[in-house]
């Protein structure tokens, strides 16, 4: 009993087995392949990420400029509409005026 004690405090202070270095450094190797990996498919799942943002922002930026196309066109609609009316309105004026027999 007493050797079997003495094996084993003996093994407990000896440097370790290359067999126990071996699978150490295996376990340390595989580590850093789990973390190689990782970062990679975090990588790729952002530039999935920013290929979709990017994307989506070019729609939105046809968007607006349809819209800004859209809206130069109706303020030029609007301009012609408040000249015609005023046109129109003088035309009215001047026929009231004509026919009232009044001068202009």
């Known amino acids: 009993n007493s050797q079997q004690q003495q094996q084993q405090q003996t093994s407990l202070n000896a440097p370790p087995s290359p067999q126990h ?7 340390i190797n595989q580590e850093h392949i789990n973390s190689i990996v ?3 498919l975090l990588v790729a799942n952002q530039q999935a990420m920013l290929d979709a943002l990017s ?3 070019h729609n939105a930026e046809l968007a ?9 066109i109706l303020t030029q609609n609007n301009e012609m509409i408040q000249q015609q ?7 009215v004026v001047e026929m009231k005026r004509e026919v009232l027999g009044l001068e202009t």
């Open 21 to 27: 270095h071996h699978h150490y450094t295996q376990q």
């Open 38 to 40: 990782n970062l990679k």
């Open 55 to 57: 994307s989506k922002l």
């Open 64 to 72: 607006n400029n349809i819209l800004q196309s859209e809206n130069k």
């Open 85 to 91: 009316l005023v046109r129109k309105t003088r035309e």
